[in-house]
């Protein structure tokens, strides 16, 4: 199985800080990259689909980049709602697994 | 979007089996481009992937389970299904169904997704 490393596990920041998130995989998987948001109590949200494809309804301020092994997901301006916990997941050949997930919290 | 509800005993006994169903409403489970998935997450660590189904009824599942899972399609009702033999302290988690889309674009693959989840339902393997 393909296996997803994210990093850094967890960070902290403050609102309208800009946090980027680091997920590699083990073997290139093109651009087949997915990432979620998750909050505890509620089900898993799409952000990202695809490396770069922004999901309907996704606030403008999280894209995602890169390709092959390594990608970002970005979140400009962060804003109260977005501490959370981010997933990646790859999606280029099944078992589609995911990250380890990055908490962020609250500086 | 379709909306999906899980269902199935909450607590299971070491060894038995798991069995949760997945009920699609707003949509049919036999729409174009989408497949049928469960993801797992134990307390306090991350999502796993389990499987997925496809309309067609060509599986695929996480590697260390295959030999304990089988997911199911009930066209019929709707639903599909999440079986997981033999289970242990360690199949503790909630579980999610979920809609995975796939794309495919002028003839080739372009990525899955999963864009809908079910609300999760907690399964405690426990004596």
């Known amino acids: 199985d393909i296996q997803m490393t994210q990093s850094p596990s967890s960070l902290s920041a403050s609102v309208g800080d800009r946090v980027t998130i680091v997920c590699r995989a083990s073997q290139s998987i093109n651009r087949f990259l997915n990432w979620y948001q998750w909050n505890p109590g509620k089900a898993p949200k799409l952000l990202i689909y695809s490396a770069s494809g922004l999901q309907r309804g996704v606030p403008s301020r999280f894209s995602g980049s890169g390709s092959g092994t390594d990608f970002t997901l970005t979140i400009n301006s962060l804003q109260p709602e977005d501490f959370a916990v981010y997933f990646c997941q790859q999606s280029f050949t099944a078992p589609y697994t995911f990250g380890q997930g990055t908490k962020v919290a609250i500086k | 979007q379709v909306q999906l509800q899980e269902s199935g005993p909450g607590l299971v006994k070491p060894s038995q089996t798991l069995s949760l169903t997945c009920t699609v409403s707003?949509?049919?489970?036999?729409?174009?481009?989408?497949?049928w998935t469960w993801v797992r997450q134990p307390a306090g660590k991350g999502l796993e992937w389990i499987g997925h189904?496809?309309?067609?009824?060509?599986?695929n599942y996480k590697s260390s389970l295959k030999s304990r899972v089988t997911i199911s399609l009930d066209s019929s009702k709707n639903q599909f299904s999440l079986t997981l033999s033999s289970v242990t302290a360690a199949d503790t988690a909630m579980y999610y169904c979920?809609?995975?889309?796939?794309?495919?674009?002028?003839?080739?693959?372009?990525?899955?997704?999963?864009?809908?989840w079910g609300q999760g339902t907690l399964v405690t393997v426990s004596s």
């Open positions: 979920a809609r995975e889309y796939y794309e495919i674009l002028t003839g080739t693959y372009g990525g899955n997704w999963i864009d809908s």
């Open positions: 189904i496809y309309a067609s009824g060509s599986t």
């Open positions: 707003g949509g049919s489970i036999s729409s174009d481009n989408s497949c």
